[in-house]
């Protein structure tokens, strides 16, 4: 057990990798994973010196892989001066203590190591406290002899991030700490979402890039609008949201955002920290989903990113394929076989720029419906929703009608819904104002309510 600590203050941590093949995965799938999470692990500053895969029927309740199992592989890893066990899926508190015993060193799961790598990706207050916060809840249960040996061995992966500092042997502490990041997070919420109804104010569409982890996003980001986003090799580059402005060859302006990349078995404590963060993804008109060719498990990729689209409520939004490095694609076949099965999908290069044209094309017409006006009749006794619409729209046109004033205003798609009550059927404007002066049924209602 000392040996293991003191090697621990080497250059990098020795690793091993802990799959399961469960009845319903393939071998290939746990081989892919593992070799993920091997990325994963080196990414967070580890040296992955092995890995073992068991045959289950289904997780074990007390150490996930068989005791018999576990044994040999503690075994293997003493003899490798091991310091990490990093396990592939997520383990339960109790399964993390029972496997810790038995390995007599630190042992995570994939939570961990990607809650490691965003605590060191973050940039932004919000991005720092919403992972210092999912730490947080996913060591406290854990805390129990983890804890002296961790606070022992100071850091490493799993440990770093802002959670470091605050993580006393205090579980009292950690509560107290969690309810604080929340009410800070909550007012530096508050702060952005005051910026946001700036942009909404400036009525340019919002078209968010998503996609699986080193798709490349933040290449494509930085090739349309001449931005700076940092572009990786390495999983989980960008996390912080950023959001430019393109102008379209129709001389349309558009917002573009780029955010932080999907990735399988992404811990659900984790799509719940971000929401916030995702709102660029859960508001925007239309998703550019960014798709590695040249990767082997493109297709699996791509199945993972609309998991995690459904997982945030954003399932339904309009959607663009961007089939991205076609420069390195292994057989062009392939790309065409991809752009067979998406309708509008579109082929590219961010690194060559092959393909931009029909993309920027695309992107003009996918996000045109905003630049149509709708017209709204809205009683004067809704004062409030006149305040809004002069807020959120782009009032072209305002008259009076008796009881009720009418405009003519291009307003974001997501915010049709709100005002519907108010709208008038296309070209209601053209009769004469008494003889439409009763907008759809609908509208009588709303304007009795108020
Ligand atoms: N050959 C080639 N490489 C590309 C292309 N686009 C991106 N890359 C490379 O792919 C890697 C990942 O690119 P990023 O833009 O950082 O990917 P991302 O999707 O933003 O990744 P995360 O922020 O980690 O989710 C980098 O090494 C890029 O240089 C392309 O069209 N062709
Ligand atoms: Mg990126």
């Known amino acids: 057990m000392k040996a293991l600590i003191s090697t621990a203050r080497k250059a990098s941590e020795r690793v091993f990798l802990v799959g399961a093949e469960l009845k319903s995965r393939r071998t290939w799938e746990v081989r892919d994973s593992l070799a993920e999470l091997a990325q994963l692990a080196s990414t967070a500053g580890g040296e992955v010196v092995g890995n073992g895969v068991q045959k289950l029927p289904a ?23 091991v310091d990490t066990v990093i396990f592939d899926d997520e383990l339960s ?11 007599g060193c630190k042992v995570l799961d994939r939570t961990a190591l990607i809650l490691d790598i965003f605590a060191r990706r973050a940039r932004t ?27 022992r061995q100071k850091g490493g992966i799993g440990m770093r991030g802002d959670g470091e500092t605050q993580l006393e042997t205090d579980r009292r502490r950690v509560q107290d700490r969690i309810t604080r990041i929340a009410a800070e997070l909550d007012e530096v919420r508050r702060q952005r979402s005051t910026q946001r109804q700036g942009r909404q104010r400036n009525l340019w569409p919002l078209a968010s890039l998503v996609g699986y982890t080193n798709a490349g996003k933040s290449t494509l980001f ?11 090799d390495k999983l989980f ?36 920290a971000f929401k916030a963060t995702l709102e660029e993804v859960v508001n925007a008109d239309l998703l550019l989903h960014v ?31 961007v089939f991205n490095k076609i420069d390195c694609a292994p057989n062009p076949e392939q ?35 905003v630049r149509e006006f709708l017209e709204l009749a809205i009683p004067h006794s809704q004062a409030a929703v006149v305040a809004r619409l002069h807020s959120v729209a782009q009032v072209v046109e305002r008259k009076y009608d008796g009881e009720r004033a009418r405009f003519k205003v291009r307003l974001p798609p997501h915010l049709h819904g709100e005002f519907a009550p108010f709208v008038l ?22 304007a009795s309510r108020g």
């Not at 309740?61 to 503690?74: L, P």
């Not at 349309?252 to 659900?268: A, E, M, Y």
């Not at 393909?355 to 003009?364: C, D, I, K, V, Y």
């Not at 059927?425 to 709303?446: K, N």
């Open 291 to 321: 798709v590695d060719v040249s990767h082997p498990q493109a297709e699996d990729q791509i199945a993972a990113v609309h998991q995690v689209l459904a997982e945030i409520a954003a399932g339904d939004k309009p959607r663009l394929m």
């Open 222 to 232: 930085n090739a349309l609008t001449g931005a700076a986003v940092l572009e990786e």
């Open 425 to 446: 059927p296309p070209g209601a404007s053209q009769a004469s104002l008494p003889g439409v002066a009763g907008p759809p049924d609908g509208d009588g209602r709303e």
């Open 237 to 272: 580059a960008t996390l912080d949201p950023t959001t430019r402005r393109l102008r379209l060859p129709t001389n349309q302006n558009v917002l573009l955002s780029d955010t932080v990349g999907f990735i399988r078995k992404l811990p659900h404590r984790l799509v719940e």
């Open 125 to 151: 207050r919000e991005g720092k406290l919403q992972v210092e916060l999912a730490q947080l809840q996913h060591l406290l249960p854990r805390l129990t002899r983890f804890w002296d040996h961790l606070s």
């Open 335 to 369: 790309v065409q076989a991809f752009l067979q099965r998406w309708p509008h999908a579109v082929a590219i290069s961010a690194r060559t720029e092959e393909g931009f044209p029909g993309l920027r094309t695309e992107l003009g017409s996918r996000l045109r419906p």
């Open 93 to 103: 508190p109790a399964q993390s203590r029972n496997l810790e015993q038995t390995f």
């Open 59 to 81: 997780p074990v309740a007390s150490t996930f892989i068989g005791a018999g199992k576990a044994d040999e592989f503690s075994a293997l890893c003493r003899r490798e001066a």
